[in-house]
């Protein structure tokens, strides 16, 4: 008989914690472990922001710039200054208007315990509506990291920050000229809102709203925000953090949506374009993505966003080829891995003419199991 292979580790189970759209200095930027003898890298670590949340010595260093990019894609266009303040953070399209209770219709929840039933009247952003400008927040926030809670109770509905994959890309700023010892990756993490409030979530082929504002993309500064863990927001998280190892240089499997994340998370394995037979295609060509700026705007991509928000416009620009460096956005993300001084993970490779899904696609089922009537965005 083979011999059956005997665990060495002490860890029996490995749980995930999805705290969907959210950043690790969103959540703990002021996590602080409960043993001096362990270390942590965050807003609070770095001296970014004290304790109680407000700026700290090192706050300059969290800055965020402007830049401007008309022709092509790029990771690091040119910077033309920082914000003077942040933009005012946007209530976004997050659609939890009121509390679950109302929201959902949920009385009770059996997965709750009953201390903790009222947590489904907690939250909601009512009577503001969707998509402007908060007005719980100030309109002059200082160039950094703000707390929430100062402004909102830390279980309140905040806006939903953008999280699609070239967008990403474009707001942690990657270039290997910005390559130290201290930062082997090269990239400065200052044009959140900068990608924010010039794109946001995007939509296909139609021109940049006019007139043309920070709050046009529904967005604003509100990728900025963190909640206080010091000051005693979002107790659970910090009492897994106490309990259990948890990584400060992780976010995320993929840089992108919610829907391949999940998938990856599941499966280990990107999704890709696929005809009925299972073999790799080639996506409608509204699907394909194309960050490249509108013509004669700064940073607007020309085919990017959700077929639901398009106001019409037939498309759901989320695969790309990224084998084909000729494919828009494609050669500035794998010029910057292949001049790295080490190898990244895979050597950033892709297989040969495949589209991986980048963004979140309709099902192809519904909830039921059925196969969903309109095939034209999965």
């Not at 976004?92 to 009247?121: K, M, W, Y």
């Not at 991509?301 to 928000?309: D, K, S």
Request: with cysteine; glycine share 8%.
């Amino acid at each position: 008989m083979p011999r059956v292979p005997v665990a060495t580790t002490p860890i029996k189970h490995v749980i995930i914690v999805v705290g969907e759209n959210r950043s690790f200095d969103n959540l703990f930027a002021t996590y602080q472990p409960p043993d001096p003898s362990q270390a942590i890298w965050n807003l609070l670590s770095k001296n970014m922001v004290n304790p109680d949340g407000s700026p700290g010595a090192n706050f300059s260093q969290a800055a965020q710039q402007q830049a401007t990019d008309t022709d092509v894609y790029r990771l690091s266009p040119a910077h033309t200054g920082p914000f003077q303040t942040l933009p005012q953070p946007n209530t976004t399209l997050t659609d939890l208007l009121f509390p679950p209770a109302i929201e959902f219709g949920l009385s009770s929840d059996p997965a709750l315990a009953a201390a903790d039933q009222g947590l489904l009247n907690a939250g909601g952003i009512f009577p503001q509506v969707l998509s402007v400008p908060d007005s719980r927040f100030p309109a002059n926030l200082p160039n950094g990291p703000f707390p929430i809670s100062k402004y909102v109770k830390y279980d309140d509905n905040v806006g939903d920050p953008v999280h699609r994959f070239y967008q990403m890309w474009q707001q942690i700023d990657c270039s290997v000229a910005n390559i130290s010892s201290a930062n082997p990756s090269g990239c400065l993490t200052d044009q959140f809102p900068w990608v924010a409030t010039t794109v946001g979530w995007g939509q296909s082929n139609v021109p940049p709203p006019a007139p043309f504002t920070d709050e046009s993309t529904w967005q604003g500064a509100v990728s900025m925000g963190f909640y206080n863990m010091a000051g005693g927001d979002v107790p659970y998280f910090a009492s897994l953090a106490d309990q259990y190892a948890i990584s400060d240089n992780y976010h995320q499997f993929m840089l992108g949506g919610t829907g391949p994340n999940s998938i990856s998370i599941g499966t280990a394995d990107p999704l890709i374009f696929n005809d009925a037979s299972g073999k790799a295609a080639t996506p409608p060509a509204l699907q394909i993505e194309n960050p490249n700026p509108y013509p004669g705007s700064n940073n607007w991509y020309q085919q990017e966003g959700f077929y639901i928000i398009d106001s019409g416009n037939q498309s759901n620009a989320s695969y790309t080829n990224c084998s084909d460096s000729s494919q828009p956005g494609v050669e500035s993300i794998m010029n910057y891995l292949s001049a790295l001084p080490y190898r990244p993970f895979n050597g950033g490779n892709c297989a040969s003419g495949v589209y991986y899904l980048l963004n979140n696609q309709l099902p192809t089922y519904e909830r039921d199991g059925t196969v969903r009537g309109d095939q034209s965005h999965t």
